[in-house]
């Protein structure tokens, strides 16, 4: 699915010109067949994660995408389920084949038995990327952080808002300066799988745990 291969019309371009448009302004043709390809590949193996002990086949992994997440599933869907492109069925059915002759159980029998948090799916990138294109995973910093040491960074900052900045409710301060911006503002510039991003959500959630009510409020 290279420049040269890639129709000026049809499901594929009609992908790649919704890719570009929604997506990454300017994105070639190399770049989205290897976005295409990472989908499938890594997509139907999170899909068999979630599936153990489940029938699964091409048809069956689109359901196991999360629904909270509408776009992935319909992407997902179209790029491995029913509106895939005919000449494309041959090659996810092969991979379909190698993740149901991987024992999947064990691979996870495991995992997170230290923190019992961990997601496997999202550990995984870092060792599916170094295999896929391991020049890709350095250039894009794709390096997973153990959630422990995400929750100790998360903590500590929590703490240093309280202690040093003197905001008594830390990550979860509300209050503005004067010109209306919030005084604490969470960025994560290069927020890959958004482990930071949940802790600290999750750390803020945690201060509504007796009252969530008010949560709703909070977030609005």
């Known amino acids: 699915m290279t420049a040269y291969h890639l129709e000026k019309s049809g499901p594929l371009h009609d992908q790649f010109e919704s890719f570009r448009t929604i997506l990454v302004d300017g994105l070639t043709a190399e770049q989205f067949a290897d976005m295409y390809a990472q989908t499938a590949c890594y997509g139907l193996f999170a899909a068999k994660c979630s599936a153990l002990g489940q029938p699964f086949s091409r048809i069956h992994a689109g359901h196991y995408v999360p629904k909270t997440n509408p776009f992935l599933r319909n992407l997902f869907n179209q790029i491995v389920g029913y509106d895939i492109d005919d000449r494309l069925v041959w090659a996810v059915e092969h991979l379909v084949v190698v993740l149901n002759h ?26 599916f990327l170094k295999h896929y294109d391991p020049n890709m995973r350095e250039m894009r910093g794709v390096y997973y952080t153990p959630e422990p040491v995400v929750s100790y960074i998360v903590r500590s900052v929590d703490l240093l808002l309280k202690q040093r900045f003197k905001l008594r409710d830390g990550l979860a301060d509300s209050s503005r300066l004067e010109s209306g911006l919030h005084k604490v503002q969470i960025l994560d510039p290069a927020v890959g799988t958004g482990t930071f991003l949940y802790a600290v959500f999750k750390r803020i959630f945690a201060k509504f745990r007796k009252n969530k009510g008010m949560w709703s409020t909070y977030v609005c």
């Open 102 to 127: 991987a024992d999947i159980a064990a691979i996870l029998a495991n995992f997170g038995s230290l923190s019992r948090q961990e997601d496997p799916v999202v550990h995984f990138y870092e060792t």
